[in-house]
Every structure is written in C-alpha cells, then in structure tokens.
C-alpha cells in the first residue's frame, strides 16, 4: 500500500502596513503632518527589501499601503502588484479612525481605494485602520467600508495596549454587523492562561528577547485554532538607517529603535519557517464559513 500524501502546513497571512517612520502615531507629538514633506522619505528602499525576502522564498502577501506614499511612490505600487502580492488600504494619511466622523472616513476610504486601484489596475478589497484604531465607538466604519466595495478589513488587534486593543472581541474573522457585512480579519493572538497574548508580528515580534518565542506562538496558535494566522510589520524596521527622531519619550523610543538591527534575519527565519499568503486568498473564499469565538462587544 502506497503512503498517504503528508498534508501541507498551513499557510498564514503575510501583511505589510505601507508607512515610512515619520508616519508612525507615536511621533506625531514631534512631527506634524504638515512636516512630513521636510523628512527623507525611505519607503522604497526598505519595501523594496521586505519584496526581495519574499521572493526568495517564494512567498506572496498582502500590502497595506497609504495612499501618501501610493502618491508620491506609484512606480513602487505597480511594482508590489506585479510581483503578484496583493494591493490593499491602508487610509490616506494615518488618520486614527477614532479621530475622524464618519464623512472624513468616508471620503478617505473612497480617495484611497480609487488612487491604488488607478495606479495598480488590480481591485482593492482590503482595509487596515491606521494603528489598529478601530474601538467599540466606530463600529460605523466597518458599515462604511463595505458600502464603499470593500471585502475585508484587518483593523483589530484583539489584545490590552495602551494606544489600541479590543481583546473582548472575536479572535478569529467574524462579520462584525452580520452576515451582510464585512469580514474583520484579526491579527493573530494566542489565548494563553485567560488571555489573548500578541503573536502577530509588528512590534512584538521585534521586541522580543528570541526569534524562537515568536515561532513557537504562531504555531501554537496555528495548531490550536487549525487554520490561518495574520501577522504584519512595516519596512521601517527593516531599515537600520532611518533618521532618529530627537526629543521623543523614552517609551516610544525604546519601541521604535530597538532591534531594527535584528528585524531582517528574523523575518527571513519567519518566512522559511511558515508557509506564506495573500490575505485574499486565504480568507475571503472561506468567509461564508467564518464565526464569532467571543463576544463582539457592543455592536450597536
């Protein structure tokens, strides 16, 4: 009797939020928007180096970007869409969702949709809330999104932060307002001794004191909950030559700087060690299928 073909690992969902340094929330007490113009911007060499990790692993994913950086970079957009990741929203400007009224939002979400989809000629579906600022107060945002043709939103991280954070909410992708609506896609945690513990990427994965920590997290969550994972991270961490920013907290600067010089030879044992996807394909043919695992809070 022949042996039985081993089935593949699973594949998670690579996702990259598209923002230089200067665009970080956590600098905009020391750079206004109005200033972003005056700092070197770096998105193109740093993005250009996340794509090289990805294609020599042979791996595909999905690109957040905002619409500042499609203005100013449209030869890097067309460039993402080519090499076959997918093309998705990050907002205009980096405006926290909980900042804006539901007009702005509107506008913005629209603006944005239609200047990616004009550069790249591939359809945007995806959307990811600056700084995850998705909160139990804007819940009309995601009614918003899909009125607006989008498909899926990956704006909530499900744990405790000081800047962001809904753990009451579902874990896995659920439709917020009902079968109608959209898909929220979260990025990926492990429930742990009655808590949602971080295992995403982003600045945990950076942080944190060993690769192995991280490995072992994401594929204990993947093992657990047996199906895919979303984590994400942005190409300044891959750039050890950004310009430090003076005066910041000593909070901020300590998240921001630190291990940079890591990042690169981490995400490279990230992507062989896991297998990688588009957050399209992964999540939107399973969507019908995809169910609350908690409480949503209030939805309104």
């Known amino acids: 009797m022949s042996a039985q073909p081993q089935a593949l690992p699973i594949a ?3 996702s990259v939020d598209v923002e230089d340094y200067f665009h ?15 700092w070197p911007c770096r998105v193109e060499a740093s993005t250009e180096t996340v794509l090289r990790l990805l294609a020599e692993n042979g791996a595909s994913g999905t690109f957040f970007i905002l619409g500042w950086i499609a203005e100013r970079y449209p030869g890097l957009v067309r460039r993402i869409a080519a090499e076959g ?3 998705a929203s990050h ?3 980096h405006e926290r969702v909980s900042t804006q009224s539901p ?18 000629g591939t359809a945007v ?4 809330a600056a700084s995850f600022s998705m909160t139990e107060d804007t819940v009309w945002a995601f009614d918003i999104l899909a009125e607006e043709g989008y498909r899926y939103s990956s704006s909530v991280y499900p744990i405790r932060h000081d800047h962001y954070g809904l753990p009451s909410w579902p874990r896995r992708p659920h439709k917020p307002r009902g079968d109608g609506g959209i898909l929220e896609v979260p990025v990926a945690t492990l429930r742990l001794f009655g808590r949602n513990l971080p295992c995403g990427g982003g600045g945990y994965f950076r942080l944190s004191p060993s690769y192995r920590i991280s490995r072992w997290a994401l594929r ?19 750039d050890t030559g950004q310009p430090r920013v003076p005066d910041l907290p000593l909070a901020a600067r300590l998240r921001h700087y630190t291990n940079l010089d890591r990042m690169e030879s981490r995400l490279r044992r990230l992507l062989r ?4 996807d588009r957050m399209d394909n992964l999540f939107l043919e399973t969507a019908a299928s995809a169910h609350p695992d908690g409480p949503c809070g209030k939805l309104g």
């Open 24 to 38: 970080v929330s956590a600098f905009s007490g020391r750079i206004d928007r109005e200033e972003w113009e005056k």
């Open 91 to 93: 907002g205009y400007a």
């Open 103 to 120: 007009e702005a939002f509107r506008d913005d979400v629209r603006r944005t949709r239609s200047l990616l989809e004009d550069i790249s």
């Open 273 to 276: 060690d896991f297998r990688w």
């Open 220 to 238: 204990e969550a993947n093992r657990r909950d047996a199906g895919p994972s979303v984590v994400y991270f942005h190409p300044w961490e891959v």
């Open 85 to 87: 990741h997918e093309i």
């Open 125 to 128: 579906k995806g959307f990811r």
């Open 12 to 14: 998670n969902a690579f």
